[in-house]
Structure formats: C-alpha cells, structure tokens
C-alpha cells in the first residue's frame, strides 16, 4: 500500500487560509488522493478526493501536483470548527482500502 | 436518514472475555470496514468485507474476528486473544467497487479493559 507523509501539527488563525500538505512519492497511477477530518472523539468526516484534476467542493478544494507525488487541501477561511486531525489518504484502485496514517493536528486560534 | 449506527457507545471488559461490537448501516452499502484507533494516533484497518459472506484481514487482524451474513450489519468480536484491546473502534462503510471510495464513519465505540 502507498504511503503519505504529513506533518504532525499546523496553526491558523481564522478567517485565513490553510494549506495541508501531503507527500505520496510513492503513489501509482491509478490511486485516488482522499482526505478525511476527525473532530474529537469522533468518526472521521470525508472532506474530498482526486485522481489527477484539482477538485473543489463545499467544504474544500484539493491540489494535485502535476506529478501526483504530493497534493494539498486547502481551506479558504479557517473556522474554529475546522480545527480537528486531517488525513491524507491513498486508496488504490484494485482494492477497497483505505489506509489511514497519522494525520495533520490543525490548530485554530480566534 | 440514512447512515451507521454502533453500538454499544462505551463498554467495559474484563480480562479473558470476549466482546462483540455491533456495527449497522441503512446506506446499502456493499463494503464495511472495521478501524481501531488507540489516543493520538492515526486509524488501523482491523477487517473489511466487500460483499455479504466475505471479508479480508486487514493489518492488524490477530485477536478479532467479524461476520458478514447480512449486508447492512458487520459485528465485530475481540476476542481474549487480543493482548490490548483498550481502544476506540470505528465502523465504515462504502460502496465499495471500482472507483474512489467514500467511506461513511460511525460514532465509534470505546472499549476499556479493566
């Protein structure tokens, strides 16, 4: 199974944009590109996915390198209820697993 | 409306027995998912199973087991096999197939052995 690599933590303050980066170097033509966000105690809520065109939807929009070996979700205006654990995740194609790993702890300061 | 439901919320065990989780979904899901999330750290796939009557390891197996005799439920056993089973579960599922695959979450249940 591909990997991703993202950094542990991350502060905003609100009302600005966040950038979440994720590095998958390893990540195979037919992989998707998923993102997943964990409030507390919490299952985690889908935020948004991709394959190889930036996508944009209600809660999010993702950035995919023309490459595909990294990919950013970005916020366009933080909320103190976007503060949770985002995950980068890859799920590939001849499977239906999704691997999860540590995530990125976003922080939001009013 | 639509969505899983897991149950019990908050169980407590005693050392050498046996529990079941209970996970069930109205989405008409083909594919469910079992996780185990221990604090701080990111989600581990214990089971999944893509079709009623099968189901695959994921990896960390060892100590659990599952049944998928219908298509809306998807229990899940920890056994006393399981060395720490003090950990929050989390129930999935999707619809599974070719193509991205949502998952839709429970609202977990945390297991404590005392």
């Known amino acids: 199974d591909a990997k991703t690599t993202q950094p542990n933590s991350m502060e905003s303050n609100e009302e600005e944009p966040v950038h979440l980066p994720c590095n998958h170097s390893?990540?195979?033509?037919?992989?998707?590109i998923h993102w997943y966000r964990q409030l507390p105690s919490q299952g985690p809520e889908y935020v948004i996915h991709?394959?190889?065109s930036n996508v944009n939807n209600r809660m999010a929009s993702l950035a995919i390198a023309e490459d595909r070996k990294s990919s950013t979700l970005i916020l366009h205006r933080a909320t103190l209820r976007d503060a949770a654990v985002y995950y980068c995740?890859?799920?590939?194609?001849?499977?239906?697993?999704?691997?999860f790993g540590t995530g990125t702890r976003l922080q939001v300061f009013p | 409306d639509g969505g899983i439901t897991q149950s019990p919320k908050y169980l407590f065990r005693k050392e050498g027995q046996n529990v079941t989780l209970s996970c069930e979904q109205n989405?008409?899901?083909?594919?469910m998912y079992w996780y185990r999330q221990d604090p701080g750290q990111g989600l581990r796939l214990i089971y999944y199973?893509?079709?009623?009557?099968?189901?695959q390891k994921g990896d960390i197996a060892e100590g659990y087991s599952v049944s998928r005799e219908k298509k809306e439920s998807f229990p899940l056993t920890v056994t006393s096999a399981q060395k720490n089973p003090t950990a929050f579960y989390l129930c999935?599922?999707?619809?599974?197939?070719?193509?991205?695959?949502?998952?839709?979450f429970g609202a977990g249940s945390r297991l404590t052995v005392l």
């Open positions: 390893t990540i195979s033509g037919t992989d998707y």
């Open positions: 995740i890859l799920e590939s194609y001849n499977t239906d697993k999704l691997i």
């Open positions: 989405l008409n899901h083909d594919a």
């Open positions: 199973s893509q079709i009623v009557n099968d189901f």
């Open positions: 999935a599922s999707s619809t599974g197939g070719a193509g991205a695959n949502v998952l839709t």
């Open positions: 991709g394959l190889t």
